[in-house]
């Protein structure tokens, strides 16, 4: 019997039973539509995080205070600096240099008001992150150098703050009661692990330490390299110069943190990576609790046509005929299942998204593993009850009742 046959009479054989064997495909169609939304929001998220990490900024170094999670060993408490990051500018390799302290602040248009963070920084931040603005402008060093009270906005502040003003360059705003004017919108940057990127205004660092914190100490510095190749010995180089201007001894630990996105991404990769194999593997659970139906409604299904193989056998079907058509009824099953999972799952996974803040990405590999997959567990889980229909005996076979 060829193979178009087989196909055939296993194709009559499982509609002859159509509820046992949807019921049948249930268990291969769960675990392949588990395992496409697992991995296809894991794969989504771990791109969404590494979009936004990108977002951060290119070749770049943040140095914040605080030599780790708890006390520093043996290190003063120094903070960084105005003095520090104007330093910084004057080392080798370094492209581009901003400070940036922030603070929590009540904004107020007319009667609205709208609570946000207020971060105050360089007008270098601007090319270091690589962001736009859709109106206006960000501010500039001589904004900075003369504490000017201007303000840029997230879209977030605009949507809240000003709903129904169409263009909020021009506007005046009051910072938790200090007057600025609106000089540009940021073009929006989205959440980053449920935090709304937009929701922020940027005023120049001098206003910020002078009108509203006081002092010069800075929450963090970015500060970025000339290549990427440049990066490892910049970080030597900030190390060395801020061990120094910080006056710490040779035994003390840094009272400051260098951290490189390169490093933070690659860790954020492998860790998404790993979660995403987790995720599918405990999908892939089900898919094997649905292989075993499969066995256990071929073997049924053997049980049941043990006359019908016994006279195959008689009119002279060979072993390895009955056996073929077995294992493509069981193939057939789990191929089904497997499409049908497969557009169940890309369907859950789009509703997931929509109904959520999470990501989703099918990729052609995800699919063609998930319908593989299902493939290995039909052969696997079909060839018992085809090998065992294979070896009947055609006399024993023709007796059973």
Known sequence: MDLKSSLKMATQSLLANKMRSFLTMLGVIIGVGAVIIMVALGQGTAAGITDRISSMGANLLTVSAGGGFGPVRGANTAQLTNADAEAIKSLPLVKNVAAESSTSGTISYGSATWSTTVDGTWPELMSIKEWDTVQGSFFTAEDDSNSNRVAVLGGTVVENLLPGVA?????????????????????????????????????????????????????????????????????????????????????????????????????????????????????????????????????????????????????????????????????VLCLIGGIIGVVLGWAGGLVITSLSDLNMKIAPWLVVLSLGFATAIGLFFGYYPANKAARMNPIDALRFE
Request: charged residues 20%.
């Open 167 to 331: 263009t909020p360059v021009g506007e005046t705003i009051k910072i938790n009661g200090i007057s600025f004017t609106i000089i540009g919108v940021l073009a929006d940057k989205g959440s980053t692990m449920g935090s709304d990127q937009d929701d922020i205004i940027y005023i120049p660092l001098s206003t910020l330490q002078q009108r509203m914190i006081g002092g010069e100490n800075v929450r963090s510095i970015s500060v970025q390299a000339a290549s990427a190749e440049a990066l490892n010995p910049l970080k030597d180089y900030l190390t060395t110069l801020l061990r120094q201007r910080h006056r710490l001894a040779e035994t003390a630990d840094d009272d400051f943190r260098i951290q490189d996105t390169t490093e933070l991404l690659a860790t954020i990769q492998d860790t998404t990576a790993m979660l995403s194999f987790l995720l599918g593997g405990i999908a892939a659970v089900s898919l094997l609790v649905g292989g075993i139906g499969i066995m256990n409604i071929m073997l049924v299904s053997v049980t049941e046509r043990t006359r019908e193989i016994g006279i195959r056998m008689a009119i002279g079907a060979t072993g390895g005929a009955i056996r073929t058509q077995f294992l493509i009824e069981s193939l």
